[in-house]
T-cell receptor, first 112, second 114 residues
Framework: SAVISQKPSRDICQRGTSLTIQCQVD?????MFWYRQQPGQSLTLIAT?????????ESGFVIDKFPISRPNLTFSTLTVSNMSPEDSSIYLC?????????FGEGSRLTVL | GENVEQHPSTLSVQEGDSAVIKCTYS??????FPWYKQELGKRPQLIID?????GEKKDQRIAVTLNKTAKHFSLHITETQPEDSAVYFC?????????????FGSGTRLSIRP
């Protein structure tokens, strides 16, 4: 199984600021994803983080709002830009490995 | 677009009874169907999965059935215990070009009454 470390685990942010979430995996993985889980809701896929190329965004998510980096096969970052209270969510990094999808512990963001 | 529908949204069963959660999917090319359990404040954890080449899979008290013709699959938990209380998510693989992604249902909050 893959061990995924995310940081920060939680943060309180001011409206209009940006925050970058880091995701580190203990092994090289081809497929890495970012999900959002709003309070009491399901997991919504934001984008697939592609190593060495631009991320592939899902409908309703754009690069200007959620820029993603994937410099190598073990690391990715997700930035939540120009935050508003509606961005208060848990953001989860996930990777595909050994035939299943693993999740990090998530980053809980509260935007005031 | 691609979606996975899940019901019920909440389910309360007596301890020892069975619980059933049902999902439908829209993409006929989907071939992988995992189920995740998420306890309060924790990350989702895979509890069982099934691939399109089988119709049923069982792991102790948990079983999953798949009907590809009807595009629906179900999770069955027998002899429920208090520790089964959690939110359960079904999911399906969506193939987009050369890549795949996993799309989740809306979740079922399962409560086990003592």
């Amino acid at each position: 199984s893959a061990v995924i470390s995310q940081k920060p685990s939680r943060d309180i942010c001011q409206r209009g600021t940006s925050l970058t979430i880091q995701c580190q995996v203990d092994s090289q993985v081809t497929m890495m994803f970012w999900y959002r889980q709003q309070p009491g809701q399901s997991l919504t896929l934001i984008a697939t983080a592609n190593q060495g190329s631009e991320a592939t965004y899902e409908s309703g998510f754009v690069i200007d709002k959620f820029p993603i980096s994937r410099p190598n096969l073990t690391f990715s970052t997700l930035t939540v830009s120009n935050m508003s209270p509606e961005d208060s969510s848990i953001y989860l990094c996930s990777v595909w490995g050994s035939g299943e999808l693993f999740f990090g512990e998530g980053s809980r963001l509260t935007v005031l | 677009g691609e979606n996975v529908e899940q019901h019920p949204s909440t389910l309360s069963v007596q301890e020892g009874d069975s619980a059933v959660i049902k999902c439908t999917y829209s993409d006929s090319a989907s071939n992988y169907f995992p189920w995740y359990k998420q306890e309060l404040g924790k990350r989702p954890q895979l509890i069982i999965d099934i691939r399109s080449n089988v119709g049923e899979k069982k792991d102790q008290r948990i079983a999953v059935t798949l009907n590809k013709t009807a595009k629906h699959f179900s999770l069955h938990i027998t002899e429920t215990q208090p520790e089964d209380s959690a939110v359960y998510f079904c999911a399906a693989s969506i193939n987009s070009g050369s890549a795949s992604k996993i799309i989740f249902g809306s979740g079922t909050r399962l409560s086990i009454r003592p």
